[in-house]
């Protein structure tokens, strides 16, 4: 049975593969899946004739087999093993298996380089010491002893990194400039991991680059595509599209932004992520990664000399080295990987006349179109137009229908707010000189919250002081609970029998800060509010308690969030959720009900997006579609209980109670939604941007005993709601206890 089994014939053959219809052992077709990355089961693929199917052939197989080495680490460390296992070993990826193979077959590296690029992976995942060298030294005896020879080997080893297509030495970083020789000594003798420095910005920036634009964002139907389904489906052009893959393949790979995947152009093809009728052009600007071959020398050459030797259009030469520039910098083909602009210098990779060129575009050389406003713009300028996908991180170019609300910064506010610096910012900015840009692009900030606070700051609301300030402070509570920094100087003039000379004493003090409904407020403002007690107020001080552990007890979570608003309906028949605005769409609410609703949410603190969890403010919901336009007006008019009216008389910020007392709002529309707040956590400071408790609402003129008791005491003209199911008139609190809640969101559903 051993022999039969050993050396098998297609009788023997049970299994099947269907896309060749070849008979197979199972252990051949075992080795033809793939692995699911979720579950590490085997799945078997499937392809539709005409699709690329990859599979290892039996001969390349059993080459791979016969190639062994005692050098791999890890799991591997000490034993005798083929490049067949180390290849299906679970330190490599299957996109780098299918590319190795195919680099392989193809003739693009031989089976020893192949073996090298291997144990390098292997390594770089197990250990910091990679790539081997050996230096052998001979040592003959001197005449008067008997002959004999010693042979001495001495083995430097040297930490290598993961570049775009290859690995990268420590010593190359050393040679870019990338690391300085302190890095390269601490790598060296294992005071730093390579993990480590790959992670930090200065060297991530080199190995891997930037954002490049991965695909699109529809926002009418919040749907996430590749460039070329976009240009499949007509929402781009053929001639914009192609550009943008281009500038793709030109700063690493063709990008799925659906699976989240980077792939070689050939990938990209086969999976179909691309069509085939780009397939050569794509190729083309692939080569501005991985280099381009001097006809003359046979060397390879980079991008810009390619340019310069006319071997590729000037046009499109320099719009993939912008693109680039744009994502990290230059690429260096023969060592793969970015280089800093002295060092592409130095190796002829740029020049002074092509950095003006890019420093100051004009439209001829702004190589690149923004379909929603019809401009020229540069690859930096676009992508900084991109949304951020939430879940990976990938920069999509927004498609807007036309009418729809389409928010970018304009170059002018860009400028401003690039101008603006400072010192002060913490987390990964500590002791930097940062911008005020920088740092909203940074990670700390929300895509909503840097949309609000530019809409903020042009519509005149926030100073660029301000805007700043507030920025740190969102910075500073992400990183530290220490966020509100006040200085006090003490000037201490000596007395007069000592030499003349000033001392400057400056003291400190730190001031822990919550995050409220639109803005942080400080523990003092909470302790000045009621909402925190001295001994909580000294133990944040002191640091006994967090901001953290503060901010989710009850008492306090209450006035710094409130409780839920009504986020939308839940339909019983379908066990669908919606929003309010699409049950008024779909004829499950009428007009007047879903606006009293929504007005209670933007009064509340913010309109609700039910299906994605996601709390926004009424410019925000009018731009995404869950709030219509015909109403943005009237929900910015209830919004301002939550941000705060303007008395005519003074300029000062006043709350919903002052502005109905003073006869800026209808008073029914007032009472409305001062009992939303009343039932939701409490009535909202606009100026400090958290509830109150009633006492401290009363002392601060929010509230007065008349309210209290038309508010304590409801009829029918009073109760401002409505239940559609049982067409009573309720108040909020009413309503809110007749809903039921999400289970995966936690929110309150009609």
Same mark, same amino acid.
């Given at each position: 049975?051993?022999?039969i089994?050993?050396?098998p014939?297609?009788?023997t053959k049970g299994?099947f593969?269907?896309n060749?219809q070849e008979n197979?052992?199972y252990l051949?077709?075992?080795e033809?899946?793939?692995?699911?990355p979720?579950?590490?089961?085997s799945l078997?693929?499937?392809v539709k004739?005409?699709e690329?199917?990859?599979?290892?052939?039996?001969?390349?197989k059993?080459i791979?087999?016969a190639m062994t080495?005692?050098?791999?680490?890890?799991?591997?460390?000490?034993?005798?093993?083929?490049l /067949?296992?180390?290849?299906y070993s679970?330190?490599?990826t299957e996109?780098?298996?299918?590319?190795l193979?195919?680099?392989y077959?193809?003739?693009?590296?031989?089976?020893?380089r192949?073996?090298?690029?291997?144990?390098?992976?292997v390594?770089?995942?197990?250990?910091?010491t990679?790539?081997?060298?050996?230096s052998?030294?001979?040592?003959?005896?001197?005449?008067?002893?008997?002959?004999?020879k010693?042979?001495?080997?001495t083995?430097?080893t040297?930490?290598?990194?993961?570049g775009?297509?290859?690995?990268?030495t420590?010593g190359?970083?050393?040679?870019?400039?990338?690391?300085?020789?302190?890095?390269?000594e601490?790598l060296?003798?294992?005071?730093?991991t390579?993990n480590?420095v790959?992670e930090?910005?200065?060297?991530h920036?080199?190995?891997?680059?930037t954002n490049?634009?991965?695909?699109v964002?529809?926002?009418?139907t919040k749907?996430t595509m590749?460039?070329y389904?976009?240009?499949s489906?007509g929402?781009l052009?053929p001639?914009?599209?192609?550009?943008l893959l281009?500038?793709?393949?030109?700063?690493?790979?063709?990008?799925d932004?659906?699976?989240n995947?980077?792939?070689s152009?050939?990938?990209?093809?086969?999976?179909g992520?691309?069509?085939n009728e780009w397939?050569?052009?794509?190729?083309s600007?692939?080569?501005?990664?991985?280099?381009?071959k001097?006809?003359?020398t046979g060397?390879?050459?980079?991008?810009?000399q390619?340019?310069?030797k006319d071997?590729i259009?000037?046009d499109?030469g320099?719009?993939?080295?912008e693109?680039q520039?744009?994502t990290?910098?230059?690429i260096?083909p023969?060592y793969?990987?970015?280089?800093?602009v002295?060092?592409?210098?130095?190796?002829g990779?740029?020049?002074e006349?092509?950095n003006?060129?890019?420093?100051?575009?004009?439209d001829?050389?702004?190589?690149?179109?923004d379909?929603?406003?019809?401009?020229n713009l540069?690859?930096?300028?676009l992508v900084?137009r991109?949304?951020?996908?939430?879940?990976t991180?990938?920069?999509?170019?927004v498609?807007?229908k036309?009418?729809?609300?389409y928010?970018?910064i304009?170059e002018?506010?860009?400028n401003i707010?690039?101008?603006?610096?400072? #010192?002060?910012a913490?987390?990964?900015?500590?002791?930097?000189?940062?911008?005020?840009w920088?740092?909203?692009?940074?990670k700390?900030?929300?895509e909503?919250?840097?949309?609000?606070?530019?809409?903020?700051?042009?519509?005149?609301?926030? #100073?660029i002081?301000r805007?700043?300030?507030?920025v740190?402070?969102?910075?500073q509570?992400?990183?530290?609970p220490t966020?509100? #920094?006040?200085?006090?100087?003490?000037?201490?003039?000596?007395?007069p029998?000592?030499?003349s000379e000033k001392?400057?004493?400056?003291?400190t003090t730190?001031?822990?800060?919550?995050h409220?409904i639109?803005?942080?407020?400080?523990?003092?403002e909470?302790?000045?509010s009621?909402?925190?007690?001295?001994k909580?107020y000294e133990?944040?001080n002191?640091g006994?308690?967090?901001v953290?552990?503060?901010?989710?007890?009850?008492?306090?979570?209450k006035?710094?969030?409130g409780?839920?608003?009504?986020?939308?309906?839940?339909?019983q028949s379908t066990k669908?959720t919606?929003?309010?605005?699409?049950?008024?769409?779909?004829?499950l609410?009428?007009?007047?009900t879903s606006?009293?609703?929504?007005?209670?949410?933007?009064?509340?603190?913010?309109v609700?997006?039910?299906v994605k969890?996601k709390?926004?403010?009424?410019?925000?919901?009018a731009a995404?579609?869950?709030?219509?336009?015909? /109403?943005?007006?009237k929900l910015?008019?209830?919004e301002?209980?939550v941000?705060?009216?303007?008395?005519p008389?003074?300029?000062?910020t006043i709350?919903?109670?002052?502005?109905?007392?003073k006869d800026?709002?209808?008073?029914?529309?007032?009472?409305?939604?001062?009992e939303?707040q009343i039932?939701?956590?409490?009535?909202?400071?606009p100026?400090?941007?958290?509830r109150v408790?009633v006492?401290?609402?009363?002392q601060?003129?929010?509230?007065?005993?008349e309210m209290?008791?038309?508010l304590?005491?409801?009829?029918?003209?009073?109760?401002?709601?409505?239940?559609?199911?049982?067409?009573e008139?309720?108040t909020?609190?009413q309503?809110v206890?007749?809903?039921?809640?999400?289970?995966?969101t936690?929110l309150?559903?009609?």
């Amino acid at each position: 049975m051993n022999q039969i089994l050993d050396d098998p014939d297609d009788d023997t053959k049970g299994f099947f593969d269907p896309n060749t219809q070849e008979n197979l052992t199972y252990l051949q077709l075992v080795e033809r899946c793939v692995t699911d990355p979720d579950t590490g089961l085997s799945l078997l693929v499937i392809v539709k004739k005409g699709e690329f199917y990859f599979f290892i052939d039996e001969q390349t197989k059993n080459i791979l087999k016969a190639m062994t080495t005692t050098k791999a680490g890890g799991k591997f460390q000490g034993q005798k093993v083929s490049l /067949w296992d180390l290849l299906y070993s679970k330190y490599i990826t299957e996109e780098r298996r299918r590319e190795l193979v195919q680099q392989y077959k193809s003739g693009a590296i031989t089976i020893e380089r192949f073996m090298e690029i291997v144990l390098a992976i292997v390594q770089q995942k197990t250990t910091t010491t990679i790539t081997t060298t050996s230096s052998v030294t001979t040592c003959t005896p001197p005449p008067e002893t008997k002959s004999e020879k010693t042979t001495i080997t001495t083995t430097t080893t040297e930490t290598s990194f993961h570049g775009i297509r290859k690995n990268v030495t420590a010593g190359e970083l050393l040679a870019s400039k990338i690391i300085d020789k302190n890095l390269y000594e601490d790598l060296s003798t294992g005071k730093v991991t390579v993990n480590q420095v790959s992670e930090m910005d200065s060297v991530h920036k080199y190995l891997e680059g930037t954002n490049s634009i991965a695909g699109v964002y529809v926002q009418s139907t919040k749907q996430t595509m590749s460039i070329y389904e976009a240009k499949s489906k007509g929402l781009l052009t053929p001639g914009t599209s192609l550009v943008l893959l281009e500038a793709q393949a030109a700063t690493g790979f063709v990008i799925d932004p659906v699976k989240n995947k980077k792939l070689s152009v050939e990938e990209a093809a086969a999976q179909g992520v691309v069509g085939n009728e780009w397939k050569n052009k794509l190729l083309s600007a692939e080569r501005a990664v991985t280099g381009y071959k001097d006809p003359y020398t046979g060397n390879t050459i980079s991008l810009f000399q390619a340019l310069k030797k006319d071997l590729i259009v000037k046009d499109h030469g320099i719009r993939l080295l912008e693109a680039q520039i744009a994502t990290g910098g230059i690429i260096d083909p023969v060592y793969s990987h970015r280089v800093p602009v002295e060092v592409a210098y130095q190796r002829g990779y740029f020049d002074e006349e092509m950095n003006q060129i890019l420093d100051d575009p004009d439209d001829d050389t702004k190589g690149f179109f923004d379909p929603n406003t019809q401009e020229n713009l540069t690859y930096l300028q676009l992508v900084e137009r991109c949304v951020t996908d939430p879940d990976t991180g990938l920069s999509l170019l927004v498609i807007v229908k036309k009418g729809e609300f389409y928010f970018f910064i304009d170059e002018q506010t860009k400028n401003i707010l690039k101008a603006m610096t400072t #010192t002060k910012a913490g987390g990964k900015f500590q002791g930097q000189k940062v911008s005020l840009w920088d740092l909203l692009y940074s990670k700390y900030i929300t895509e909503e919250r840097r949309r609000e606070l530019v809409q903020q700051y042009k519509s005149g609301a926030i #100073t660029i002081e301000r805007f700043m300030e507030i920025v740190l402070a969102i910075v500073q509570q992400k990183t530290t609970p220490t966020i509100t #920094t006040t200085s006090s100087v003490t000037t201490c003039t000596p007395p007069p029998e000592t030499k003349s000379e000033k001392t400057t004493i400056t003291t400190t003090t730190t001031e822990t800060s919550f995050h409220g409904i639109r803005k942080n407020v400080t523990a003092g403002e909470l302790l000045a509010s009621k909402i925190i007690d001295k001994k909580l107020y000294e133990d944040l001080n002191t640091g006994k308690v967090t901001v953290t552990q503060v901010s989710e007890m009850d008492s306090v979570h209450k006035y710094l969030e409130g409780t839920n608003s009504i986020a939308g309906v839940y339909v019983q028949s379908t066990k669908q959720t919606m929003s309010i605005y699409e049950a008024k769409s779909k004829g499950l609410l009428t007009p007047g009900t879903s606006l009293v609703l929504l007005e209670a949410q933007a009064a509340t603190g913010f309109v609700i997006d039910p299906v994605k969890n996601k709390k926004l403010s009424v410019e925000e919901a009018a731009a995404q579609g869950v709030v219509g336009n015909e /109403w943005k007006n009237k929900l910015l008019s209830a919004e301002r209980a939550v941000t705060g009216y303007k008395d005519p008389y003074t300029g000062n910020t006043i709350s919903l109670f002052q502005a109905l007392k003073k006869d800026l709002i209808v008073k029914d529309h007032g009472i409305r939604l001062l009992e939303a707040q009343i039932a939701t956590g409490g009535i909202i400071d606009p100026v400090y941007s958290h509830r109150v408790p009633v006492e401290v609402a009363y002392q601060r003129g929010y509230f007065d005993e008349e309210m209290n008791q038309i508010l304590d005491d409801p009829d029918d003209d009073t109760k401002g709601f409505f239940d559609p199911n049982t067409q009573e008139n309720l108040t909020y609190l009413q309503l809110v206890e007749r809903c039921v809640t999400d289970p995966d969101t936690g929110l309150s559903l009609l």
